[in-house]
């Protein structure tokens, strides 16, 4: 196996050149960085991990801290931010936190204690203040996804403003019977999120003139299940039937989708449907949706921690960082039944 000084001799330069070239960290040369990477490479020489983090007090690994990794959301945020951690080279350890309380507090009471990792991305956690000091104690950077953290830099949805365009496109339509299907309280636990649009969806009714209506207004858990059931309850009575659902989420809309197939609905002609998210299975049930981006918000989450790891190496990113959402229109919803 290759070793470092039999790089340097092959190309010519010192141990630190190689170390230097191969990390990324320190000045060197256009010509000396080809010479130590071809050298590598014909050596077939790999940076041994534990040396680099001796050498450079780095451990080239990320901790990715998320809620639940059985949904659609979470799971692209973090194929988003493992894909672009693996171009800067940088490993991921994946903390899972839907577990109890006490394997919770173990995370941060004895895993990121051990600080092998070099910085932290959390993903629509919302951190007790004991777990935010715990977090700052650390000394690592540390970047948020999905809501706001005292103290760290984070990319935040304006909840509102995206329900306002989803009950907007059907306002403009001309629905105003219009249902939402939003989160229960026991899923109003990460920035409440679903408390948020709901408040967009009754904003925009309001502005619109309309009174929003109890009876229009179902929770679910964010499943497509979920969806399905609430969405049986509230076209369930031909006299009380909204001609419009706006969902939380994609996946309760797809399940509104077919919820109204099975009372004998035809979308959008009888009924028309919209969610959030941008779900990779949005473009098959032909839903509009409002799209977020979650694989772009993961990689755009470690492009900020690499300003963050390294100083002036990356192009500089807003303080502010808001996550972009568009509107995508397709073939579930429509103008209102005659």
Known sequence: MASIEDVAQRAGVST???SRALSGNGPVSAAARLKVT??????????SSSAS???SGRTKNVGLMVPYLTRWFFTSVVEGAQQALMRHGYDVTLYNLSGSVAEREKVFDVFLQRKRIDGIITVSLKLSPTEVQRLHALDRPAVGVGGPIDGVRTLTLDDD??????????LALGHTKIAHIGGSEDYDLEFHIPTNRRHGYE????????????????TADFTIQGGYHAAKQLLGNPLLRPTAIFASSDEMAIGCILAARD??????????????????????????TVSQ????????????LMNLLVPGKHPEIPENSPIDYELIVRSSTSRPPE
């Open 53 to 55: 983090s001796l050498a």
């Open 203 to 218: 904003a925009a009714l309001r502005e619109a003139g309309i009174e929003p209506r109890p009876e229009f207004f179902a």
């Open 161 to 170: 403003a995206v329900s306002s365009l989803a009950t907007g496109h059907l």
């Open 16 to 18: 630190a050149t190689v």
């Open 38 to 47: 071809e050298a590598a490479a014909a050596l077939d020489y790999v940076v």
């Open 263 to 288: 009372l004998g609905l035809v979308v959008p002609r009888d009924i028309s449907i919209m969610g959030i998210d941008g779900h990779e299975l949005s473009e098959f049930f032909g839903l509009t």
């Open 293 to 304: 981006s979650p694989q772009a918000q993961g990689e755009h989450a470690v492009e900020i």
